[in-house]
Each structure stands twice: as structure tokens, then as C-alpha cells.
């Protein structure tokens, strides 16, 4: 069996897709649960939308131009999610300057 390279970027781009969801359902509450569900559950719609509909051997298959439609808004969706974890990452109070190496503001003010 032979595989495109734009099929192999598809698949990659898909797990990439996955990952991203889940690295922001851990990044979207301060609440535990709340991380736990959203970081599992986040990427398994991603992954029932997409083999329900989306996948070359979807199950209940959809017109082409639909499939790349509702593809890229899926692709789309776990971009502007993983921006979102990404900017809450960079949000005072969420990380912690005392235990960064080298950071002025973990060391000490000594005179």
C-alpha cells in the first residue's frame, strides 16, 4: 500500500490536531476534574467527528468539498486552541518565577 505525501501530512496534521486539544483541555481550568474531562474528552469528539464523517472510510460518508470543509474548520478549531493554551500559559500566576533558574525576580534581595 502505497501513501501519498499529502496523505501522510493529513494524518499528521490529524494527530497533531489531537495532541493540541488535549494539551488544551489541561490548560483550560484551574479545576482538576474539569482538566481531566476536557483533556480527554476535547480530543475524543475530535476523534468520533472525524471518523464518523470526515475519515476516507468514514462511516456515514459526506460529500467531498463537505469533508474538506468540515476537516479544516476541525484542523482550524484545534489551532485556535492550542493558541488559547498557549496564551493561558502566558498568563501572570500560572507559572512560577521562583523556580525558573535565572529569573531575577526568584532571587533573593539581598543589599
Known sequence: MRVS???ALRFFL???????????????????PAQA?????????????????????????????AQAIAGGLLLEIAAVALREAME????????????VAGNPAARPSHP
Request: glycine share 10%.
Open 5 to 7: 505525501i499529502g496523505e
Open 14 to 32: 490529524e494527530l497533531g490536531s489531537i495532541v493540541a486539544l488535549g494539551y488544551w483541555g489541561v490548560h483550560a481550568s484551574k479545576d482538576l
Open 37 to 65: 474531562v476536557l483533556a480527554v474528552g476535547a480530543p475524543a469528539a475530535l476523534i468520533i467527528i472525524w471518523a464518523l464523517f470526515i475519515a476516507p472510510r468514514a462511516v456515514y460518508p459526506i460529500p467531498r468539498l
Open 88 to 99: 493561558t500559559c502566558k498568563k501572570p500566576g500560572r507559572l512560577h518565577p521562583e523556580r
